[in-house]
C-alpha cells in the first residue's frame, strides 16, 4: 500500500513539473512563425521571445530572437517538442539560428 501511495505521489510531482515547465515556456518561447520559418529556411522551431530567466538564462547567453531547431540531434518543430526533449535529462545540447542566420550552439545543464 505504502508503495502504491509513493507511486501515486511521484506521478502526481511529476505532472506538477510539466505544468509548471509549459507555463515558463509559454511565458518566454514561442512556436516559430511560417514567416520566420522562410525567412531562416528553416521548417520549425521554439522562438525565443524575452530575456531568459532561471537556468536557461544562468548557463547560457542566449539572446532573444534565437531559434532552437535542434536539441541533441532531435528536430524540434512545437514547444512539445521541446518539452519532451529535455524532459528527465541533466543536460542538453541546442542548436538554433538568430534572426540574421547565425547558427550557435549551447550546452544547457539542467541538474
Known amino acids: 500500500m505504502l508503495d502504491e501511495e509513493n507511486s501515486v505521489q511521484r506521478r502526481k510531482i511529476r505532472e506538477t513539473a510539466n505544468i509548471n515547465l509549459f507555463e515558463l515556456m509559454h511565458s518566454r ?14 521548417v520549425g ?6 530575456r531568459l530567466s532561471g537556468k536557461l538564462a544562468e548557463r547560457t ?3 532573444p530572437g534565437f531559434v532552437i531547431t535542434v ?16 524532459e528527465n535529462k ?5 542548436q538554433g539560428v538568430y534572426p540574421d542566420g547565425y547558427v550557435d550552439h549551447y550546452y544547457l545543464e539542467l541538474s
Do not use: P, Q, W
Open 29 to 42: 518561447l514561442r512556436e516559430v512563425t511560417e514567416f520566420d520559418k522562410r525567412r531562416l529556411g528553416i
Open 90 to 94: 541533466s543536460g542538453v545540447m541546442l
Open 61 to 63: 547567453n542566449m539572446c
Open 71 to 86: 536539441v541533441d540531434h532531435i528536430e524540434i518543430y512545437t514547444l512539445e517538442d521541446f518539452a519532451e526533449a529535455i
Open 45 to 50: 522551431g521554439v522562438k525565443v521571445t524575452a
